[in-house]
């Protein structure tokens, strides 16, 4: 037997062992779109997808497709059979309606099928930022349990390592550069925009403490905490109270000064972008062919710039532009 044979065989053995049978290098992940939720947006588009949150997942190699509101059943479940991943962005919706949201319940119905079919066997990963975050935990809750009163607007800080820290994915420590794991922990490089947020009490008096670990908190100006990172312990969910994507792709230096826009702090949003991405690359969904894929990219749709005075967003797109409004 010929060496050469040899080492394709122990090749083939440490791929399948690995568990890593199948890498998808095209991976399609969908951002559940929300109602517009400032006056200023609303005058453009009833439905709305951050760009900033577009460039995130494009940083790290994918591509997005819009998950649309207001859709029977059969929608989300062909467009959850067809795509990688599931982000759920950030955003404002008042606690009053939080769970009856259109959002909320788009999310539910992708948590519910993604749990299915990681029980299955079938990859499929989850994030959520900021909103997205707090909707995610709600869902398993049951229940709205985002507390108000925070004061963590605007501001630029190191995370506080959690109790799960050391066995996180997304900060694993072999994947991870050491100085950046460092940096993050210790430098002013994530950026907090949140009033509302969910503390430890709360995670562990709903039950969250079965699905999910936490990975950093972090505490306000007051010195309240509150849970910044997490991740679900058997499934490939995750989800950050803070924003990468702003450290990258929003720039206004009036409503957002505190950003952060060093170096360490583009190396972990770009890092966390990469690493979604990873994540999507498991996942063996797919469109039946490129032609029914294609209409549902978000490149179909042309992005109106809404920076400068007009919101914290450089860029949105409007799913439903009222009549009048072009680019």
């Given at each position: 037997?010929?060496?050469?044979?040899?080492?394709?065989i122990?090749?083939?053995?440490?791929?399948?062992?690995?568990?890593?049978?199948?890498v998808?290098?095209?991976?399609?992940?969908?951002?559940v779109?929300?109602?517009?939720?400032?006056?200023?947006?609303?005058?453009?588009?009833?439905?709305?997808v951050?760009?900033?949150?577009?460039k995130?997942i494009?940083?790290?190699?994918?591509?997005v497709?819009?998950?649309?509101?207001?859709?029977?059943?059969?929608?989300?479940?062909?467009?959850?059979?067809?795509?990688?991943g599931?982000?759920?962005?950030?955003?404002?919706?008042?606690?009053?309606?939080?769970m009856?949201?259109?959002?909320?319940?788009?999310a539910?119905?992708?948590?519910?099928?993604a749990?299915?079919?990681?029980?299955?066997?079938?990859?499929?990963?989850?994030?959520?930022?900021?909103?997205?975050?707090?909707?995610?935990?709600?869902?398993?809750a049951?229940?709205?349990?985002?507390?108000?009163g925070?004061?963590?607007?605007n501001?630029?800080?190191?995370?506080?390592?959690g109790?799960d820290?050391?066995t996180?994915?997304?900060?694993?420590?072999?994947?991870?550069?050491?100085?950046?794991?460092?940096?993050?922990?210790?430098e002013?490089i994530?950026?907090?925009n949140?009033?509302?947020?969910?503390?430890?009490w709360?995670?562990?008096?709903?039950?969250?403490d079965?699905?999910?670990?936490?990975?950093?908190?972090?505490?306000?100006?007051?010195?309240?905490?509150?849970?910044?990172?997490?991740?679900?312990?058997?499934?490939?969910f995750?989800?950050?109270q803070?924003?990468?994507?702003?450290?990258?792709y929003?720039?206004?230096?009036?409503?957002?000064?505190?950003?952060?826009?060093?170096?360490?702090?583009?190396?972990?949003?770009?890092?966390l972008?990469?690493?979604?991405?990873?994540?999507?690359?498991?996942?063996?969904?797919t469109?039946?062919?490129?032609?029914?894929?294609?209409?549902?990219?978000?490149?179909?749709?042309?992005?109106?710039?809404?920076?400068?005075?007009?919101t914290?967003?450089?860029?949105?797109y409007?799913?439903e532009r009222?009549?009048?409004?072009?680019?």
């Amino acid at each position: 037997m010929s060496s050469a044979f040899v080492t394709i065989i122990i090749f083939c053995l440490i791929y399948v062992c690995s568990g890593n049978r199948y890498v998808n290098n095209r991976p399609v992940i969908g951002i559940v779109a929300r109602k517009t939720s400032s006056r200023v947006l609303a005058t453009i588009g009833s439905s709305v997808v951050v760009a900033s949150y577009v460039k995130f997942i494009e940083t790290g190699g994918a591509r997005v497709v819009v998950i649309k509101e207001g859709q029977p059943y059969e929608y989300y479940l062909r467009i959850f059979n067809s795509i990688n991943g599931v982000f759920m962005q950030g955003g404002s919706i008042k606690d009053a309606r939080l769970m009856k949201s259109e959002y909320a319940r788009v999310a539910k119905i992708m948590l519910d099928l993604a749990i299915e079919s990681n029980k299955n066997g079938d990859y499929f990963p989850i994030w959520g930022t900021c909103l997205g975050f707090q909707v995610l935990a709600s869902l398993v809750a049951g229940k709205n349990i985002r507390l108000g009163g925070f004061d963590a607007v605007n501001r630029a800080i190191p995370l506080v390592i959690g109790q799960d820290f050391n066995t996180s994915r997304m900060f694993n420590v072999m994947s991870t550069p050491a100085d950046l794991l460092e940096a993050v922990t210790t430098e002013n490089i994530t950026y907090h925009n949140n009033e509302k947020g969910i503390t430890n009490w709360m995670f562990k008096q709903h039950g969250l403490d079965e699905l999910f670990k936490v990975v950093t908190v972090n505490t306000d100006r007051k010195g309240l905490e509150y849970i910044s990172s997490i991740e679900a312990i058997d499934y490939p969910f995750y989800a950050v109270q803070w924003h990468p994507e702003k450290t990258m792709y929003e720039w206004n230096r009036y409503q957002n000064p505190n950003i952060p826009r060093t170096t360490n702090a583009i190396r972990i949003a770009q890092h966390l972008a990469n690493f979604f991405a990873s994540e999507a690359r498991k996942s063996s969904h797919t469109f039946k062919s490129e032609e029914e894929e294609l209409p549902h990219l978000i490149s179909n749709i042309q992005p109106i710039f809404t920076g400068g005075n007009l919101t914290t967003y450089e860029l949105c797109y409007f799913l439903e532009r009222h009549q009048g409004v072009s680019p």
